[in-house]
């Protein structure tokens, strides 16, 4: 994967980036906070306008004088889509440029149906909502998606090992020969840090985010940012394990595929994550004491984290947190009694606030990332290229 080239100081996606933040949306707000001359600021406001980046939102209110004109990065200029894919439940979107879901779907289908079918299914389902919406493929500026296992952030490739060999190694844009478009490929978990961290816990600048499905990934939030690891692979929980035996998975001893085995081996017809929220929303005593007992163990297996980070937050997401209470009160109990006094003093440990539209939304603020990324606008507005 080739390394991103050095951003200039005065180059057009340094402005692009504190509109898109709202940070700065004027030209005195943008002079000020840039410390650039109206004249240089001008040229790349000129420069955004042009390559379809930006638009002039009208004028704000003044007290005085003439209104201040208003930038606002150019949502419908194009299209965003995102792909939440889980163990056995997938979602997709199609979102603006600004991440605001325009029309989504979800199926039954997830990790151990493989990549063939899944991404066969989803570009099926994109090409109709794109088609409902007066889109084509053509308008397609982005593509985010979420896979539940590694991603080797040096060479974009699904890493491993994969709960399903099928994924080893695979590159998902490979499936999407059709488009053209920037592609942003992350874990989950990372998908659902980048979406409840800047849109439902803004307040918290640390955060440690927990996905909870079939599977079971974790990811931080540090200072912001999400962070992944030398290679993508930050955020691995493991189950307690005998002196001397390797590592394993936690998901493996407590998840939503460990619910419906317990289930099964009592004759019950469970397959997926959505059988699992079904029941627990019929009040079953069964489905309810295994989402606690899985979250005591999830609990346990996160008091080193919340030790060693010191999080404000510990946010559950994922389609066992829509089951209600049960699970996340057995991560919390476990949690707050495991952990050390200091780490856990004003601990908040709760469900994910955008709940099963958290995958979608982070999926496409992610690829909204890699498509205004600050040396990629520079370099595409300064040859007066398309915003796509």
């Known amino acids: 994967m080739a390394r991103t080239p050095k951003t200039p100081s005065t180059g057009s996606g340094v402005v692009l980036d504190l509109i898109r933040r709202g940070e700065a949306t004027t030209r005195s707000e943008l002079i000020d906070g840039l410390g650039w001359s109206r004249v240089t600021l001008a040229r790349r406001l000129d420069d955004l306008l042009e390559a379809g980046f930006i638009v002039s939102a009208g004028q704000l209110s003044s007290s005085g004088g003439r209104p201040p004109e208003e930038f606002a990065v150019a949502a419908d200029a194009g299209v965003i889509l995102a792909i939440d894919i889980g163990g056995s439940h997938t979602r997709v979107g199609v979102t603006d440029l600004v991440s605001t879901v325009l029309s989504e779907d979800e199926a039954d289908i997830g990790l151990h149906d493989g990549p063939d079918e899944i991404f066969s299914w989803a570009i099926q389902v994109f090409d109709f909502l794109l088609a409902d919406l007066g889109r084509s493929r053509a308008d397609v500026r982005a593509i985010g998606i979420g896979v539940p296992g590694p991603v080797d952030a040096v060479t974009g490739r699904l890493g491993s090992p994969q709960l399903d060999p099928r994924w080893e190694e695979v590159r998902v844009d490979d499936y999407f020969t059709g488009f053209d478009a920037v592609f942003a490929v992350d874990r989950d978990v990372n998908i659902l840090a980048v979406g409840e961290s800047r849109l439902s816990w803004p307040e918290y600048s640390h955060l440690t985010v927990v996905k909870v499905g079939m599977g079971v990934g974790c990811a931080f939030v540090l200072d912001g940012h999400v962070y992944r690891g030398a290679r993508g692979g930050a955020g691995q929980l493991s189950a307690p394990r005998d002196p001397g ?21 009592q004759g019950r017809d469970i397959s997926t994550s959505a059988d699992i929220v079904a029941a627990a929303r019929a009040h079953d005593p069964v489905v309810l004491a295994q ?98």
């Open 291 to 388: 989402l606690e007992e899985v979250g005591t163990r999830i609990g346990d297996a996160l008091a080193d984290v919340v030790g060693l980070l010191n999080p404000q937050a510990v946010i559950i997401g994922g389609n066992l947190a829509e089951t209600g209470e049960r699970l996340v009160a057995g991560i919390r109990s476990a949690l707050l009694t495991g952990t050390h006094d200091f780490s856990r003093r004003g601990l908040v440990v709760e469900r994910a606030r955008l709940g099963d539209k958290a995958g979608v939304r982070g999926a496409s603020l992610m690829a909204q990332d890699a498509l205004f990324d600050i040396a990629r606008v520079s370099a595409a507005t300064s040859r007066r290229g398309p915003a796509s």
């Open 245 to 265: 035996s390797p590592l394993h998975r936690l998901e493996l001893d407590a998840s939503g595929a460990t619910i419906r085995q317990a289930l099964r081996d």
